[in-house]
């Protein structure tokens, strides 16, 4: 037996794992993620290394290779597990070791040791609120974000302002120099603005981290599913949770989804934990995030807080993974291996000894199932904690009676007169637009045809008046005046953006003060923050946005949040359609009357009666789930059958029709013996064809996932073994 083992662990070529002979005495022993030692070259000095792959046959000529010497004794090592991980990956979602290894271990980088900073602000309370009312002049949105700051937390470390608040050095100055902030060196270890707990935890709070508490204490590692509607506290219980494992000595990784990494949020966890945290981001250069990586491994920090990637944290004695908002899209990877952040953090959990904890206020239909079936634990929250705040009253508008009793405005009448309400008592409004499975694009009214990228298999997205992008491959070309298909002038947009809401509205209210919050007014690095805290600030009366504006910001003074187009979602083809909807207006609906007053809700739509609508106008999940899951038992989706995609692509479409037909027939032949799986297709890819690449896909659905190993070396011996075949390449995809 031959081993691929690599030597320094955080170079950047772990693509380059070198092979050595297995001796016979050391069989038992080496498995992947073994620490061993070898001779390394040509003195054939003995260095430390990890086994990452083992081979039957070898890749040189058998008498070249050297032997491994021995086995180290500590295989519980952090980096043993992440290589383990990376073995799990490559196992369960087809990628290669390299793509996975690639994935968990950092890679080297030469960094600037910099000390941290900590902005001391030195004013009264007084002196600051006059300083926030004066500020004027350049860089004054900025200076303003700071102060405001500041009122709240009078010390916070430089990266949180550089990074959530983006501050930069030119609006700092000038207030360094009038001596209102000061910047401190940080001292390592030093917690500088770690306050301990700052409410009281209500009865649901209290019974779901004491049972947490208990059975950690009892040395029971499971994974639970904290429920609790939007508001309801979740992020207290994840304190206390965190709290009693660093407490033991042991290690937290905490995934917030990027668009939720707020200045709010990030300075709840340093209020509680001081200097003990790290914060991770997908801004960060490769430098700074190797940084933080050693922070973790050093044990300088000992709570890792971030995306998806953050679960890779090399804490060598990791308690306690918690992955807030569990449901979003977002902890599914894109890139090989594709894998998803909740199962991939069991994983780890599993390696490592420690225990899982799952939020959402809508969760995954897989995890709901899952608790359901006891093989995780449900932790509920059933009421929203602040004092005074309850939920909104949700009314749904059947736009399609608006029209047929006279009214042609974006605006039912519903919405329209409660937003002249909000408007006469100056409280606030958000208007969100589901652009999810929307696009804006112009289509031809005389011969039907939409105006399509010419090299990928999609319509062409409308920016601002006169430009048309296609959103796969960047390719850009003015508004035509003409079609190009038929050549009749009469083209136009079809339905309405963001933008053309802002104009609807404007018109309709003149008056009011709006901000627009898409990804064409946040395309500028700081615009985010910049909006939100304007909106924050009152300069605005209505926010109108994407699903951007649902995430991590509370404002108290919204009254009234409208939905509009909340159907368009349901229409997109995708299995999880229904999901992501509820998922969407559920979290919507939740912002309003997140403050004392109580708020209404409005969802507009086309399809009133559709239960993902349905549900979310009455807040009720366990309605939702009891349909839906029985939609996706009826169908074979998942969580009731696991499904497998398998992505062929080629520039040479001949080719790549012969090589999928192939890949279906050995895989039928593989799996005629398997009750319980189906193959469907190829067909071709919702996306045919992006930047001249064709692409098909092969389905798989089956009772268990475990057949994907055996189908993977068919298709590989099948790519591999024929010269044709060069120019497809595969990609596998788990739902
Ligand atoms: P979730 O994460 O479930 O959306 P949060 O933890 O953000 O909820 O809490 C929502 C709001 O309620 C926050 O402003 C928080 O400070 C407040 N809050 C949470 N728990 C309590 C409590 N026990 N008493 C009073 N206020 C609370
Ligand atoms: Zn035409
Ligand atoms: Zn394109």
């Known amino acids: 037996m031959y081993a691929d083992i690599i030597i320094d662990i955080s170079h950047e070529r772990v693509d380059r794992p070198f092979q050595y002979l297995i001796p016979d005495r050391l069989l038992k022993q080496i498995t992947v993620g073994v620490k061993v030692q070898v001779p390394f070259g040509k003195g054939n000095t003995l260095r430390t290394g990890y086994v990452v792959e083992i081979k039957e046959k070898p890749e040189f000529a058998p008498e070249k290779l050297k032997e491994i010497a021995g086995v180290r004794e500590e295989s519980v090592s ?27 271990l950092p890679v080297k980088q030469k960094i600037k040791v910099r000390e941290k900073h900590l902005y001391c602000c030195v004013l009264t309370k007084e002196r600051l609120l006059e300083e926030i009312k004066q500020a004027a002049g350049k860089n ?46 940080k001292k390592k270890n030093a917690p500088s603005v770690s306050a301990g707990r700052s409410v009281r935890l209500n009865r649901d709070q209290m019974a779901a981290a004491d049972r947490f508490r208990e059975e950690y204490g009892a040395g029971i590692r499971k994974t639970y599913l904290l429920y609790g ?20 000595g042991r290690q937290v990784i905490l995934l917030i989804p990027e668009i939720s990494l707020t200045y709010q949020t990030v300075m709840r966890f340093y209020r509680r934990f001081g200097d003990r ?21 050093t044990g300088e920090v000992s709570v890792m807080i971030g995306p998806r990637s953050a679960l890779f944290a090399p804490f060598s004695n990791l308690g306690l993974i918690i992955i807030d908002e569990e449901h979003e899209g977002a902890y599914k990877s894109e890139t090989m291996p594709r894998y998803h952040a909740v199962e991939a953090a069991r994983q780890r959990a599993l390696l490592g000894n420690a225990s899982l904890v799952l939020g959402s206020a809508t969760p995954s239909l ?25 939920l909104p009253a949700v009314e749904i508008t059947d736009m399609r009676a608006e029209m047929r009793e006279g009214n042609k405005s974006v605006f039912g009448r519903r919405l329209e007169a409660l937003m002249e309400d909000r408007l006469a008592r100056r409280e606030q409004i958000m208007l969100f637009i589901n652009r999810r499975g929307y696009s804006n694009f112009i289509s031809c009214r005389s011969c039907g045809e939409a105006i399509r990228c010419p090299h990928c298999d999609v319509s062409l997205t409308l920016h ?36 053309k809401l802002e104009e609807l509205t404007k018109s309709r209210f003149p008056a009011a003060r709006i901000l627009r919050m898409d990804a064409d007014t946040t395309a500028r690095k700081g615009m985010h923050e910049e909006i939100l805290a ?39 083809p995708d299995f999880r359609c229904a999901e992501r909807t509820f998922q969407l207006l559920t979290q919507a609906a939740g912002r309003a009357g997140r403050g004392s007053r109580p708020g209404n809700v409005v969802i507009q739509t086309y399809q009133p009666e559709h239960y993902a609508v349905t549900a979310a ?6 309605e939702f789930y009891r349909q839906e899951i029985a939609f996706r038992r009826l169908m074979q989706y998942p969580p009731a059958y696991a499904l497998s995609g398998i992505l062929f692509s080629s520039p040479e479409e001949d080719v790549l029709d012969l090589c999928s037909q192939r890949a279906g027939r050995l895989i039928e032949e593989l799996v005629q013996s398997e009750p319980g799986v189906r193959l469907i297709g190829p067909v071709q890819a919702p996306v045919y064809k992006v930047n001249d690449i064709y692409r098909k896909i092969l389905y798989i659905k089956s009772k268990k996932c475990d057949i994907l190993d055996k189908i993977r070396d068919k298709i590989d011996s099948l790519t591999d073994g024929d010269e044709k075949f060069r120019s497809v390449a595969v990609q596998y995809d788990i739902s």
């Open 534 to 572: 304007a909106f924050a600030a009152h300069e605005a009366d209505i926010l109108i946005g994407t699903q951007m504006i649902v995430k991590g910001h509370d404002f108290a003074d919204v009254t009234l949040v409208g939905i509009m187009a909340a159907d368009l979602s349901l229409n997109t």
């Open 78 to 104: 952090v980096q043993s597990q992440l290589i383990r991980l990376a073995w799990w990956m490559r196992e369960t979602y087809g990628s290669t070791m390299n793509q996975a290894l690639k994935t968990v």
């Open 617 to 622: 106008a009455a807040q009720d999940y366990d």
């Open 140 to 185: 004054y949105r900025a200076r303003l974000r700071l102060l405001e700051a500041f009122a709240e937390n009078p010390v916070i470390p430089e990266e949180v302002a550089k990074e959530q608040l983006q501050i930069s050095d030119s609006t700092l100055r000038p207030l360094i120099e009038r001596g209102i902030v000061e910047v401190k060196i």
């Open 229 to 248: 509607i939007t508001g309801s506290g979740k992020t207290e219980v994840y304190m206390e949770m965190m709290d009693y494992v660093l407490s033991l």
């Open 366 to 390: 897989e995890s709901f199932q899952r608790a359901e079936s006891g093989e995780y634990t449900l932790l509920r929250l059933g009421s929203r904690a602040a004092a005074g705040s309850v």
């Open 277 to 297: 945290i790290a914060v991770m981001n997908s801004r960060l250069s490769a430098g700074e995030r190797y940084r933080e990586w050693e922070r973790a491994a």
């Open 464 to 499: 601002g008046k006169n430009r048309l992008v296609c959103h796969y491959c960047g390719y850009t070309v003015p508004l035509m005046d003409r079609c190009p298909s038929c050549g009749s002038p009469y083209i136009a947009g079809f339905g309405a953006g963001t933008q």
